[in-house]
């Protein structure tokens, strides 16, 4: 089992995958956050040349269509020395018989380092790491999460506010359907922010309340004390 | 301790045999005594105290060595492949799983490819399980033609031929005027209707209880509430027809008090509750675990304790396995796009005895949920230690642990929710018709 990064800054990340928010430390996320901060500074040095991937091969496997996460992807891992694949998917070649299992196969005889995956169906990811040896990204599995995205969400914050923990933060819209927003809520409720979903109880859902988050079904209260402190 | 006897050897079973020395619990009436059976053609020649060593005359003797002899189990829901998806399963591999699992009557479900929605196949059903089967096999008549909910099949027919009951299978008959006719004939034919009850639309794109649990994972949810619903227009109906109509398997508490209300006022309704439901929850699918994905769907831990405390009351009536084979093709899939279904023949049993050992069920109110409850709705002779009874009997040993493997069981598919678990008690022995047709001590050579 190798660790696929090889990062300048130390990082306590015992995690072999990154399947979800769910299950991670705030000392883990705040790692990652330094480690995202420090490779964001060193890209706006010109001429300066990152090796952090240098010599390993990752896989972007996307079945399901998205060009900004997979071209961030992309752009992120060569600028810090990866060999890119990418790879798209459509759902029906799987409709045709191959399973997600048979293309975790076929895939892991080609011994990448990294896997990125984005599929339409929640634990899909999950289920094709089980079956590689590599380590395995989540880039969006069904309405289940979406990790990634809530990192840099939590990086703007950090960069904009300075902190993320007690500040109150508000998810506005389609709740229920989104994995940006279950990876929100865990991330921000495990890094100690205050969180607000506000939409109406059809794009909520009835259980939503469980994931410790204030609700609101009118944006006027729901922003009413949501202050720039 | 499997008992190694030569006359219990399957397929060498002398006419006359007595097991003595046993715990007999006949549920029909109460009885939980020391004694023993005398078996003679195929039927109960005999039972009580005074049968022992000496009493059966020239019948092969058993020491049961004090293990429970009960009436063989009748399960009410069963799927095979057979016809159109043997790969899954036959009626006969079903059966020697029964077997296995001291089930000695299955009610075959119609979903199967053709449906069985008339008298050429349920016959086909009947003669296929003579020829290929170890137990009794009932077979189910599907109510609506290819179980589609809109065209009524000739129940009367196939109730001469030999259905047992109509059923639309795993699908609710979403329009309430088909089902109200269907209520209709069934109560002029005096055919009990068994129905799921999920009211479709609600439940439209859900694969799993819509709750915390679906919220976390991010999959779509199916309410009980929709479940609750079906039960409700069923129950309406019901008292608009005077069928006997039986909820095939019921899963949340907002259904117990719907049944329990509807018993009270004296209707035709009795309900089942699959071995899953009182066993898990939806907390068990932990990381999207296909095999627990059922329908209906493992319920909230709420949920779980009423299904027991309704069995225990009584307001349940029986406990079905719900034994749905499905191979690892359909269920190694992310979660929404893998097949429903778990099996349960060779498990029902001990897994419901874990419901005894934590003293949440009295012992013979769970085997009365799977022999003479089954057997008072479907009017059967078996499912009662009474003389002239056929001699249709399992051996139990209460105790002994054990730990399931799947590839061990009997089903061809080995989709268990049980895999590695944990279970206290077994069968040792299973006759049909007097006939041993499984003897753990022949089945585990070595194992003790």
Redesign the interface.
């Known amino acids: 089992m190798s660790s696929a990064a090889s990062p300048s800054t130390t990082l306590d990340f015992p995690h072999r995958h990154l399947l979800g928010i769910?299950g991670l430390k705030a000392p883990e996320i705040e790692g990652l956050l330094d480690l995202a901060e420090d490779a964001a500074k060193s890209i706006r040095r010109p001429g300066e040349v990152r090796t952090d991937l240098r010599g390993r091969t990752l896989i972007n496997l996307f079945f399901e269509n998205s060009t900004r996460t997979q071209s961030s992807f992309e752009f992120a891992a060569k600028r810090l020395g990866a060999d890119v694949m990418n790879m798209s998917i459509p759902t029906s070649s799987v409709q045709k018989g191959e399973?997600?299992?048979d293309t975790a196969v076929t895939l892991n005889a080609m011994w990448p380092d990294l896997l990125v995956v984005r599929?339409q169906?929640?634990?899909?990811v999950?289920?094709l790491s089980q079956k590689v040896d590599c380590s395995v990204i989540n880039a969006g599995?069904?309405?289940?999460?979406h990790p990634t995205q809530a990192l840099l969400d939590a990086l703007t914050i950090r960069r904009h506010k300075g902190r993320i923990s007690r500040l109150i933060v508000a998810l506005c819209g389609d709740i229920?359907h989104s994995?940006v927003a279950?990876s929100n809520i865990l991330l921000l409720n495990t890094m100690g922010a205050r969180v607000r979903v506000i939409g109406p109880s059809t794009l909520l859902?009835?259980?939503?309340h469980?994931?410790g988050v204030e609700v609101y079904t009118s944006m006027e209260e729901g922003l009413a004390d949501a202050t720039w402190s | 301790m499997p008992i190694d006897d030569p006359a219990l050897r399957p397929g060498e079973t002398p006419d006359r045999i007595a097991f003595v020395n046993a715990r007999l619990i006949d549920p029909a009436t109460g009885l939980d005594e020391q004694g023993g059976v005398l078996i003679a053609n195929g039927e109960i020649a005999d039972t009580g105290r005074h049968i022992h060593g000496e009493a059966g005359g020239d019948a092969a003797v058993i020491d049961c060595g004090g293990h429970v002899l009960a009436p063989g189990l009748i399960d009410m829901m069963v799927f095979t492949g057979e016809p159109g998806h043997e790969h899954r399963g036959t009626l006969a591999d079903a059966s020697r799983a029964a077997a296995a699992g001291g089930v000695t009557s299955i009610l075959s479900m119609p979903d199967t490819d053709p449906v069985i929605d008339d008298v050429a196949l349920v016959d086909f059903i009947l003669r296929r399980a003579r020829d290929t089967g170890a137990v009794n096999v009932h077979p189910l008549a599907a109510l609506t033609k290819g179980l589609r909910g809109e065209e009524m099949t000739e129940i009367g027919l196939m109730k001469a031929a030999g259905a047992i009951a109509a059923t639309n299978g795993k699908r609710s008959l979403a329009n309430a005027k088909v089902m109200r006719n269907a209520l209709a004939y069934a109560k002029d034919f005096d055919i009990l209707v068994m129905h799921a009850v999920e009211e479709p639309a609600l439940a439209e794109g859900g694969v799993m209880n819509?709750?915390?649990v679906?919220?976390?994972?991010?999959?779509?949810g199916i309410?009980s509430a929709a479940e609750a619903i079906m039960l409700e227009r069923d129950i309406r109906l019901v008292e608009m027809t005077g069928a006997r109509y039986h909820a095939a398997e019921i899963s949340c508490r907002a259904s117990l008090e719907i049944v329990r209300a509807a018993k009270e006022k004296g209707l035709p309704v009795t309900c089942g509750v699959s071995i899953n439901h009182l066993a898990l929850n939806e907390n068990d699918i932990g990381?999207?675990r296909t095999f627990f994905k059922m329908r209906p769907p493992l319920r909230a831990e709420d949920d779980r304790q009423a299904m027991v405390e309704g069995l225990a009351s009584g307001d349940i009536d029986v406990i079905v396995s719900a034994h749905d084979p499905q191979d690892a093709?359909v269920k190694?899939?992310?979660?929404?796009?893998a097949a429903y279904g778990a099996v349960g023949l060779e498990t029902m049993l001990a897994v419901a005895l874990r419901l005894h050992h934590n003293e949440e069920v009295a012992l013979t109110t769970l085997l009365r949920a799977m022999t003479a409850n089954p057997a008072g709705i479907l009017g059967l002779e078996a499912g009662r230690l009474a003389i002239g009874a056929p001699a249709d009997l399992v051996l139990i040993d209460l105790d002994t642990p054990w730990v399931v493997d799947p590839e061990a069981l009997h089903s061809k598919s080995k989709n268990t929710p049980f895999d590695q678990a944990r279970l206290q008690g077994r069968p040792l022995a299973t006759l049909v018709a007097g006939r041993v047709v499984y003897n753990y001590a022949e089945s585990a050579p070595g194992e003790v």
């Open positions: 769910e399973t997600l299992i599929h169906a929640a634990g899909a999950e289920l599995d069904g309405a289940h999460e229920l994995r279950r859902g009835s259980a939503i469980k994931l | 819509s709750g915390e679906s919220m976390r994972l991010g999959l779509k309410p990381p999207y093709d190694r899939h992310p979660f929404a796009d």
